[in-house]
């Protein structure tokens, strides 16, 4: 009887165990306090054109054509889908997900100046949020810069996040009005309205509402920290030794 009441314990206590991933700080990386907000605006990202990206391994980020899934090719510099004419977007699959119950990986938009930073393309910070979501982190992928962007300023890449100034994305990817889905600044109100985004883009979306509760733009401490593999294989640029 009390073996059985030990494997039992033992067994529920093992189903319960969450991943833990080695998260590793980068001693005098950025690091400090910060502010976010969220975005998806389709458009190929500013660290995807190789003439402004100084990563360790010299590649720029992935962009798509406009499937969101077919990678563009990185040699010619594709015009951003945000340009008339264009034809590289951001691929659908560059989008946050959760690895336990208080960690989630994703990509960002970035200033750590205040305004375009073009210097910190494709690092990793670890975002510990403060507030109501206190003791969740985002460990994030620098992918984008931003003249609308303040100093310490993350611009989380959410789908159904807003296209915020950038109308030609997705209309022109997608299809939707040039406000896109939901309020051109921050999208979709419900998860329920995330149903209205193309399927690759859904679980993306989501996540505003369930990982993050929904909680709107919280704040965060900040630490640089190595990029896991998983998120450098869907950029393709990063920083692993
Ligand atoms: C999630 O993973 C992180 C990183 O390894 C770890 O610090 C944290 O404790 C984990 N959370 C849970 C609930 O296991």
């Not at 406009?66 to 659908?92: F, I, L, M, P, W």
Request: net charge negative; proline share 5%.
């Amino acid at each position: 009887m009390k073996l059985i009441v030990l494997v039992s314990a033992l067994l529920l206590a093992s189903c319960h165990a969450e991943p833990s991933p080695t998260i590793i700080p980068i001693e005098g990386g950025v690091q400090g306090d910060g502010v976010t907000t969220r975005y998806w605006d389709c458009c190929a990202t500013s660290c995807a054109w190789d003439q402004i990206v100084h990563t360790k391994n010299g590649q720029p980020v992935q962009t798509c054509t406009k499937d969101g899934r077919t990678h563009s090719t990185k040699e010619n510099n594709a015009q951003s889908g945000c340009a008339v004419g264009g034809v590289a977007y951001s691929c659908s699959n560059q989008v946050a997900w959760v690895i336990n119950s208080t960690l989630a990986y994703g990509f960002s938009a970035a200033s750590f100046t205040g305004g375009i930073d073009n210097g910190q393309c494709c690092i990793c910070v670890l975002l510990s949020f403060k507030g109501q979501l206190a003791g969740k982190q985002m460990l994030v992928q620098v992918t984008n810069t931003g003249s609308d962007l303040g100093k310490n300023h993350f611009d989380l890449a959410m789908p159904g996040g807003g296209v915020g100034i950038f109308t030609l994305g997705c209309s022109s990817q997608w299809g939707t009005p040039p406000s896109g889905w939901g309020e051109e600044i921050g999208g979709v109100q419900t998860e329920e309205e995330c149903n209205q985004l193309p399927g690759d883009l859904q679980e993306g979306c989501k996540f505003r509402f369930r990982y993050l509760e929904g909680v709107p733009n919280p704040n965060v401490a900040f630490q640089q920290v190595r990029c896991p593999s998983e998120l450098v294989a869907l950029t393709g640029c990063g920083d692993l030794d």
